[in-house]
């Protein structure tokens, strides 16, 4: 109890200095709030959390978060007298005003002495709203009649579902090391509300500390300060001093040890792995050095990574100071570590300037593939780039078409319109690639010295900041576009913004190796050459990739038995490249990579690897009772929402 209270009077103190400092830089809260989220039942310009401390103990056997938060509010609004908060499968069990000695609360609230530090906390009437089912439950909490407090703590008492959208919960087998079992949340993009009772809008951002009790022989570890030589005692405490939004709050609870990379890097994961993902991603405190000297200091201490079960559906996830990753991106070649590229650069674009709802992502994630692109140039030339740059605008492309096809060109846009929608349903490369596309626009006409400066001032201008592109925009044209000798209109940053499909300013990259590629793929096609002459010696894991997810859909089984014959692809190590020969194999009818096809499904649970594959057998009734029977074994390793997703996917067909 005494602890509890030390670290809530630090807390509050922090949290009340932060207030002023946003008060009286004049900006406070009127950026984000201005926008409202589609997203979020929360009433943010009524009130803003600016602090969640959390308490949770993590129950293996019912697979629960137990415990409670307590979240620092702050008032906007005088009159307001409802607290409105997201939850998703929460079992809310109380909650409480808390009158902690610090702060503002108005003595005549309650019953008793007018000393508030021994006042007991007030217990609050609340209820959950009714369940939809994208946005979870609105958590209504009345206020005290009279309660006007600037500031004030809840503490919400609750449990998590077994079932909660953002955490998962692995069993000894599904871990590497199969001794231990494994949890881990993925809050991105509405799912921190399935495991915290908050404002899930990243329009909000709020520092936070954690205690977290897990089983002794586990170690937890959070987007937070991580100390590297922490006891392993199942009993952990956390600060993030730095205020974040809520889809970056993120927890991880495993048999893991850590291997330091850099003086400031180094990587979490199961202890069988733990050398092979140190190997792996060796040069990440050289992308750091590399990023910061681009785009200014890496504002958040250390950067580590957690290497995370297979079932994890993401690539990686830019969790601060932690970036979560999947353990398909360790290849023993270090050939696909432009994720952890793309993660660490989220640290600037993303995590320091956010988007201020998921109609916005296109600055998180656009900015970010931009960023990602210029660290692997840094590290491994303009080839290497290039040929990444290509394989994003051809996944585009098919993005572009699919959307076409099913006439939904509106999600070709940067500025899109996601209400009444899931934001994990309208995923696609479309933020990642056309972003991209829009910072090469602006490099081709600002060239690479001006543009560095305006992405520098910009991260700046709006650190710790969320907007939305509508901020963005202004920005653009208050601090660039009337800048003399720059030559970009309104109208042609327009059609960037709310035109669909590519702008016919984009500047769309080449890559020489992918010319080579191209024409060896030719004469195998026209049968100028056998699958034994292709000249492959030399060629790179893109390179590959180039080559096989450009062979025609009708290619004959016959035609991939020359190819694996030769080059013995079915049995190929690379996750991505085994993802791209798979979907050849699908469409071809290829049986022989049926075993490969069935054991890559059944242990691998990246999103980007699986879903296509489903897809693709889903074209034919062959394929659709294959998908059927493999599911079946599958479903289990699944992240929850990839599950839900392929559920319906499979419903449908
Ligand atoms: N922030 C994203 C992951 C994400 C996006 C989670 C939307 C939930 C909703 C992360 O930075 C990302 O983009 N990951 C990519 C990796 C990549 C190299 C493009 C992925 O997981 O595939
Ligand atoms: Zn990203």
Redesign the pocket.
């Known amino acids: 109890m005494t602890c509890q209270r030390q670290s809530h009077g630090f807390a509050v103190g922090v949290h009340l200095s932060r207030l002023l400092v946003l008060l009286l830089a004049g900006v406070p809260m009127s950026l984000a709030g201005a926008a409202e989220d589609p997203h979020s039942y929360a009433n943010i310009s009524e009130f803003r959390a600016i602090h969640a401390s959390l308490d949770l103990s993590a129950d293996f056997q019912t697979q629960q978060l137990s415990g409670y938060v307590d979240l620092t509010m702050t008032r906007l609004d005088d009159a307001a007298t409802e607290l409105k908060l997201d939850t998703r499968d929460l079992a809310v069990a109380k909650v409480e005003l808390q009158r902690a000695p610090a702060l503002d609360l108005p003595r005549t609230v309650g019953e008793g002495k007018a000393d508030s530090r021994s006042a007991r906390p007030i217990p609050l009437k609340f209820k959950l709203g009714p369940v939809d089912a994208t946005l979870g439950a609105p958590l209504q909490i009345t206020l005290p009649a009279k309660f006007d407090a600037k500031t004030f703590v809840v503490r919400i008492q609750y449990q998590t579902s077994p079932g909660a959208s953002g955490l998962q919960w692995l069993t000894p087998a599904q871990t590497a090391g199969k001794q231990q079992p494994y949890m881990y949340s993925q809050s991105?993009?509405i799912h921190a509300r399935s495991w915290i009772p908050l404002q899930d809008t990243p329009a909000v951002r709020l520092t936070y500390d954690a205690h977290i009790r897990t089983p002794p022989n586990l170690l937890a570890v959070m987007s937070a300060e991580n100390a590297v030589d922490t006891p392993r005692n199942g009993d952990y405490r956390f600060r993030m001093p730095q205020a974040i939004p809520s889809y970056l709050f993120a927890l991880g609870v495993g048999d893991l040890t850590f291997k330091a990379i850099g003086p400031r890097t180094g990587v979490y994961a199961e202890k069988v792995i733990v050398d092979a993902a140190a190997h792996e991603f060796a040069d990440v405190e050289s992308m750091v050095i590399a990023c910061e000297q681009l785009f200014g200091p890496y504002r958040w201490g250390r950067y580590d990574m957690l290497i995370l079960p297979p079932s994890y559906m993401?690539?990686?996830?830019?969790n601060p100071r932690l970036t979560f990753l999947t353990p398909t991106a360790i290849a023993g070649d270090r050939s696909l570590v432009?994720?952890i590229a793309?993660?660490l650069a989220?640290s600037w674009s993303g995590n320091l300037v956010t988007n201020a709802s998921w109609a916005s992502i296109w600055l998180n994630?656009g900015f970010?593939t931009y960023l990602e692109r210029r660290i692997v140039e840094a590290l491994y030339g303009p080839d290497r780039r290039a040929m990444e740059d290509v394989l994003g605008l051809q996944s585009v492309k098919r993005d572009i078409a699919n959307f076409t096809q099913r006439g939904e060109l509106q999600f070709t846009k940067l500025n899109v319109d996601l209400r009444g929608r899931d934001p994990d349903d309208s995923?696609s490369d479309i933020p990642?690639e056309k972003g991209r596309l829009f910072i090469g626009f602006l490099e081709s006409r600002l060239g690479r010295p001006k543009l560095d400066a305006f992405l520098r001032d910009y991260f700046d201008h709006f650190a710790f900041q969320s907007v939305n592109t509508g901020d963005f925009v202004s920005y653009l044209e208050t601090y660039l576009l009337t800048q003399p000798g720059i030559h970009i209109t309104k109208a042609e940053v327009d059609e960037w913004m709310n035109g669909t499909g590519l702008p016919s300013t984009a500047v769309l990259p080449t890559s020489n190796a992918f010319v080579q590629v191209d024409t060896q793929r030719t004469e195998w096609l026209q049968g100028k050459r056998s699958a034994q002459q292709l000249e492959t010696a030399k060629w790179s894991t893109q390179q590959w990739l180039n080559f096989l997810d450009n062979l025609p859909h009708d290619l004959t089984a016959a035609r991939l038995t020359e190819l694996d014959t030769t080059f013995k692809l079915t049995a190929a190590t690379n996750n991505e490249i085994a993802h791209s020969w798979l979907l050849d194999a699908i469409r071809a009818g290829y049986a022989p990579a049926w075993p490969r096809l069935e054991q890559f499904l059944t242990t691998i649970g990246r999103r980007?690897l699986v879903k296509d594959l489903y897809e693709e057998l889903l074209k034919t009734p062959d394929g659709k009772a294959r998908a059927t029977a493999i599911y079946a074994k599958a479903r289990p390793l699944y992240q929850v929402p990839l599950a839900q997703q392929l559920d319906a996917m499979l419903r449908q067909n």
């Open positions: 991105q993009a993401w690539g990686g996830m830019e432009s994720l793309h993660e989220h994630e970010t995923f990642y980007k």
